[in-house]
């Protein structure tokens, strides 16, 4: 099993916001790809007084590297233009690529 991870940094001014549509839209959108088999998001602490923002971790669970690939290459850039049309800067994203031993 490979877990393709997304780490964010949700600024303060859009949190709601970003929340709201990662559950009512960018999350279903993922599934609706059927490239995984599960996802689930965590808050990430402990929240470093002073940071701006909020961090979060998105694990999707995937069953083969080339089920990956497929979504990155066929569906990945698409659904990230996405949510770059809607929060620009106020989201920074890093991903991970993670298997299971």
């Known amino acids: ?7 964010c940094l949700v600024d303060d001014s859009v949190h709601d916001e970003w929340i709201d549509w990662m559950n009512s839209e960018h999350l279903p959108e993922v599934m609706a790809t ?14 470093q007084d002073g940071d701006s923002g909020t961090s979060y971790s998105i ?21 990230k233009a996405k949510t770059v049309a809607k929060f620009g ?10 298997e299971e031993v």
Not at 1 to 7: A, D, G, H, L, S
Not at 59 to 79: C, F, I, K, M, S
């Open 89 to 98: 800067d106020r989201i920074a994203a890093f991903r991970t690529i993670l």
């Open 59 to 79: 694990q999707y669970r995937v069953e083969t590297r080339e089920l990956y690939h497929d979504y990155a290459e066929n569906h990945g850039p698409a659904l």
């Open 1 to 7: 099993m490979i877990v393709y991870n997304v780490t």
């Open 34 to 47: 059927g490239k995984f088999v599960s996802y689930q998001m965590y808050r990430i602490d402990p929240h």
